[in-house]
């Protein structure tokens, strides 16, 4: 069992930055792929980034990459997404998401995850 909890959001122009947070409880936390996907009023949630428990493995959305950035302290049972150049069609709620290892590709997909966050809001103002 995981739990996950969310947190860093706010409101920032564009072109500004946020640094979000997702800490994690539970002892096997290290070795869950952890996901940051986002939803926008009105839109069907989306993948952003995924990392493995090595940190070796990341993968970003092509409408993120270059500008975001995922990372994971084990120790610390948190992963982050500092995000950057911050586009006013990035403004949506974040979840962060935890699964067991697969291919790349279904870490995009929201089904891969067993345990999710309550989402924290990120609103840019353009």
């Known amino acids: 069992q995981v739990q996950l909890v969310e947190s860093g959001g706010g409101l920032v122009q564009a072109g500004g930055s946020l640094r979000l947070s997702c800490a994690g409880s539970?002892?096997?936390?290290?070795?869950?792929?952890i996901a940051w996907f986002r939803q926008a009023p009105g839109k069907e949630r989306e993948f952003v980034a995924t990392?493995?428990?090595?940190?070796?493995?990341?993968k970003y959305a092509d409408s993120v990459k270059g500008r975001f950035a995922i990372s994971r302290d084990n120790a610390k049972n948190t992963v982050y997404l500092q995000m950057n150049s911050l586009k006013s069609e990035d403004t949506a709620v974040y979840y962060c998401?935890?699964?067991?290892?697969?291919?790349?590709?279904?870490?995009?997909?929201?089904?891969?995850?067993?345990?999710w966050g309550q989402g924290t809001q990120v609103t840019v103002s353009s």
């Open positions: 539970g002892r096997s936390f290290s070795s869950y792929v």
């Open positions: 998401a935890a699964g067991p290892n697969r291919d790349l590709l279904q870490l995009t997909m929201a089904r891969t995850y067993d345990y």
């Open positions: 990392i493995k428990w090595s940190s070796v493995g990341t």
